[in-house]
């Protein structure tokens, strides 16, 4: 039976095991760390679905006010398990953080997907997202 678990800080490893499919870039311990981080935020929450004892899904939200939103939640490390992708666990996963925001009394959800994820895209917009504009990101390591 599947169901929404709100995670914390001792089930980082298990989160591990997805999250790190986003980032090749990082290492291991370094994508660990910054999730431990998230978790001592006050409007960092994080959900994961569970089938059965597997976590098989897992995103990190974060609760903001926003001038042109209102209260809204922003999806963040939306990920499901690579071998169960297109089995409609994605789908019951944002339905059910979909539900909590409401609950919670988020206006909007906001995120981003990868330009080169059009999986992901596909997915959103079937979902009724609409594409609003684009997230910029300027490295600051870099000079």
């Given at each position: 039976m599947?169901k929404l678990?709100?995670?914390?800080i001792t089930?980082?490893?298990?989160?591990?095991?997805l999250v790190?499919?986003?980032?090749?870039?990082?290492s291991?311990?370094v994508q660990q760390s910054r999730l431990?981080?998230?978790?001592?935020y006050?409007?960092?929450?994080?959900?994961?679905?569970?089938d059965?004892?597997?976590l098989?899904a897992?995103?990190?939200?974060?609760?903001?006010e926003?001038?042109?939103?209102?209260?809204?939640?922003e999806?963040?490390?939306f990920?499901?398990?690579p071998?169960?992708?297109s089995?409609?666990?994605g789908?019951?996963?944002?339905?059910?953080?979909?539900k909590?925001a409401?609950?919670?009394?988020?206006?909007k959800?906001?995120?981003?997907?990868y330009?080169?994820?059009t999986?992901a895209?596909?997915?959103y917009?079937?979902?009724?997202?609409r594409?609003?504009g684009?997230?910029?990101?300027k490295?600051?390591?870099?000079?």
């Amino acid at each position: 039976m599947e169901k929404l678990k709100t995670l914390s800080i001792t089930d980082v490893p298990e989160i591990m095991t997805l999250v790190q499919e986003l980032n090749k870039k990082d290492s291991l311990e370094v994508q660990q760390s910054r999730l431990e981080r998230m978790f001592s935020y006050p409007n960092y929450r994080c959900f994961g679905w569970q089938d059965g004892n597997e976590l098989v899904a897992v995103s990190g939200t974060w609760t903001t006010e926003r001038i042109y939103s209102g209260k809204q939640l922003e999806i963040d490390h939306f990920v499901v398990n690579p071998k169960l992708r297109s089995k409609g666990i994605g789908e019951g996963f944002l339905n059910e953080i979909e539900k909590w925001a409401l609950e919670n009394d988020c206006l909007k959800i906001e995120l981003n997907a990868y330009v080169n994820n059009t999986g992901a895209q596909k997915f959103y917009l079937n979902k009724g997202y609409r594409i609003l504009g684009f997230h910029f990101q300027k490295d600051l390591t870099k000079r």
